[in-house]
């Protein structure tokens, strides 16, 4: 992990841009660039995060450039030789690391690119996710213009909840200049935190609607369960089922189609959403009234751990239990030797967390939980839960720690 970064060696370098070419074609994204004629390396290129195509679409716009890409462990299972040698950093999601600081900082004394995705995950609706405040002490420490690459139509075109291709033409993509370096030594903190929140407001099924771009996709809903996991007829949690192009709760019975163009609409009775950001921000303010009521807990949850200590391959470290509660999460078990493991996270410590649907078609949902040397692939079963209400309550919970210790909270910082 404290490796040094790698420059991306000249003969892999076509290779990139070959690889990443046919689906750049297929897609046909239309590039918008304010600003960024002209630039030149070193600097630092921030992009949103929706799907692989993001990587691809970032590939072709800095070609020939030499860039290092911030990406996680679980990326580099067998392929790490590959990915260090066209130029990945390898990193833990969720952690305070100051040895990527290091790497950052090597790879712009490099005179090189450094692209990073500071959602640290898929969005899991195609909205903004929540934005590390340290991001903008990172950009005045290093010095260095800061531009940034938000794509539209990669979510609507390959969601997290359900990876297969919609076909979606064309994508679009703004590449702009942030700061230059005068401007980023003129700005506080808080001002350059301020824009590139600003920069990273997108909401893909409003983009999807705006552009009347439809999806033909007969399968289009299923797996939208795993984001939309309370009926807002009912009210009931995990109930929440999808095929075909519908969802629908199997407690009350309640039916929705997503229609070609993305939005939902009741086949019988009110639609309550027809945009699915506002039904998951729903599920965040319910989310929110539990923890502020010192009431949210998923209950003892039993699981399968699996470690990923380094990217050779993942461990099976045993069964055990999960609680996620206001005290944060709590793992506990005893490994394939019999010998008791635990981790446990404290609310101050995370502030967003990385979840996976049906991670590797193996075992389910799962919460992956970090510390610098481990990371852990949780997987409950045999209960009533949703990863998606796991990842909104340390959000939440984070916040409200924050609030308690009469520390700011800026919107869409943590």
Not at 148 to 163: A, K, M, Q, R, Y
Request: hydrophobic share 35%; proline share 6%.
């Amino acid at each position: 992990m404290a490796r040094d970064p790698i420059r991306t060696q000249w003969y892999l370098k076509p290779i990139t841009k070959l690889l990443s070419w046919p689906a750049v074609m297929a897609h046909r994204p239309k590039i918008t660039k304010i600003g960024t004629e002209g630039l030149e390396p070193p600097f630092i290129l921030l992009c949103n995060h929706n799907a692989f195509m993001d990587f691809k679409v970032a590939t072709q716009i800095i070609y020939p450039r030499r860039a290092n890409y911030v990406v996680a462990i679980d990326g580099f299972i067998g392929r790490e030789w590959l990915l260090r040698n066209v130029g990945c950093i390898c990193k833990r999601k969720f952690t305070s690391d100051t040895v990527l600081v290091r790497q950052i900082r090597k790879v712009l004394d490099n005179k090189d690119i450094a692209v990073v995705y500071p959602e640290a995950r898929y969005s899991l609706c195609g909205t903004t996710a929540v934005l590390p405040a340290s991001l903008g002490k990172l950009c005045k420490m290093m010095d260095v213009p800061v531009a940034t690459l938000i794509c539209h139509g990669h979510h609507v075109n390959s969601p997290f909840w359900n990876l297969n291709e919609r076909g979606v033409k064309p994508t679009e993509a703004e590449y702009s200049l942030l700061f230059t370096r005068e401007q980023l030594r003129e700005a506080s903190v808080d001002e350059i935190n301020d824009r590139i929140v600003a920069a990273f407001q997108y909401d893909d099924f409003a983009w999807q609607k705006e552009r009347g771009i439809r999806t033909t996709y007969p399968k289009r809903a299923e797996g939208l369960h795993k984001v939309l996991y309370q009926c807002p007829h009912c009210g009931t949690e995990y109930k929440m089922a999808s095929e075909g192009t519908e969802l629908f709760c199997t407690h009350c019975g309640k039916r929705w189609e997503m229609t070609e163009l993305g939005e939902l609409r009741a086949l019988e009775g009110e639609t309550e959403f027809s945009h699915i950001p506002d039904w998951y921000e729903w599920e965040r303010v319910n989310v929110r009234k539990e923890v502020e009521e010192g009431r949210y807990t998923t209950g003892t949850m039993p699981v399968k751990v699996y470690s990923l200590p380094n990217a050779k391959r993942f461990i099976h470290l045993g069964e055990g239990t999960m609680v996620q509660d206001g005290g944060g999460f709590h793992v506990h078990g005893t490994d394939v030797d019999g010998d008791p493991f635990e981790m446990e996270i404290p609310v101050p410590a995370l502030y967003s967390c990385h979840i996976e649907y049906e991670y590797l078609g193996k075992y389910g949902d799962c919460v992956d939980l970090n510390t610098l040397e481990d990371t852990w692939y949780i997987y409950p079963h045999d209960c009533d839960f949703a990863v998606t209400k796991m990842a909104l309550a340390t959000e939440e919970l984070y916040f409200k720690h924050r609030r308690d210790a009469g520390k700011p909270c800026r919107p869409g910082l943590a």
